[in-house]
Nanobody, 113 residues
Framework: QVQLVESGGGLVQPGGSLRLSCVAS????????MGWYRQAPGKQRELVAD??????KNYADSVKGRFTISKDARNTLYLQMNNLKPEDTAVYFC????????WGQGTQVTIST
């Protein structure tokens, strides 16, 4: 059974950091291309970071230099987020890249004073 369980979100001040985790119960995780997506209120879901099966990484321009995606060989995907900005406020999801139709619950990230 496919499961995607995101965690690590919270409320932080601008300039702060968070580390998101995603435990992914999917076949072939160690060789899967994965991504972190986010959806802000009233906006479409967007891909912010992805990691390929060869562990090459790509980032949206809006997060480049501040976010780092990584994954272990077993089943966990991470997103280290530094120097957070109010515009990073969103629900964050993990999924394959390109994504499956199934989505987890996501984890809320709120950047505010």
């Amino acid at each position: 059974q496919v499961q995607l369980v995101e965690s690590g979100g919270g409320l932080v001040q601008p300039g702060g950091s968070l580390r998101l985790s995603c435990v992914a119960s999917i076949s072939g995780f160690s060789i899967a291309a994965m991504g972190w997506y986010r959806q802000a209120p009233g906006k479409q879901r967007e891909l912010v970071a992805d990691i390929s099966m060869t562990y090459s990484k790509n980032y949206a321009d809006s997060v480049k230099g501040r976010f780092t995606i990584s994954k272990d060989a077993r089943n966990t995907l991470y997103l280290q987020m530094n120097n957070l900005k109010p515009e990073d406020t969103a629900v964050y999801f993990c999924n394959r890249n390109p994504p499956m139709s199934f989505w987890g619950q996501g984890t809320q990230v709120t950047i505010s004073t």
